[in-house]
């Protein structure tokens, strides 16, 4: 089974970008890949999602047009590329493997998960 690390949060001032990666140590070229996040007393929710072959991605209502979801396979790694930061985007963010090759924004359709890295915009 894959193991998924996160890297790239930190510290940012609203209006700034940040750029996650997720390198996989297995291989996760013939499946999708996600991202969420979860900020502190709430849910973990869909940010972004990308097919197998890069072909298809999927973004929540609240990040579309400031985020971008992309892969590399041979490097085993997904990027989450945010720019024009809100403080409502602090959160924990998870990358995650999907059980098909196809975006799914289920928590439940994900095998895999990272361990998170942590996301602060600050005002």
């Known amino acids: 089974q894959a193991q998924l690390v996160e890297s790239g949060g930190g510290l940012v001032q609203a209006g700034g970008s940040l750029r996650l990666s997720c390198a996989a140590s297995?291989?996760?070229?013939?499946?999708?890949m996600g991202w969420f996040r979860q900020a502190p007393g709430k849910e973990r929710e869909f940010v972004a999602a990308?097919?197998?072959?890069?072909?298809?991605?999927d973004y929540a209502d609240s990040v579309k047009g400031r985020f971008t979801i992309s892969r590399v396979n041979v490097k085993n790694t997904v990027y989450l590329q945010m720019n024009s930061l809100k403080p409502e985007d602090t959160a924990v963010y998870y990358c995650?493997?999907?059980?098909?090759?196809?975006?799914?924004?289920?928590?439940?359709?994900?095998?895999?998960w990272g361990q998170g890295t942590q996301v602060t915009v600050s005002s």
């Open positions: 995650a493997i999907n059980r098909n090759s196809y975006p799914s924004r289920e928590v439940a359709d994900f095998r895999s």
């Open positions: 297995g291989r996760t070229f013939n499946y999708a």
């Open positions: 990308i097919s197998w072959n890069g072909g298809s991605t």
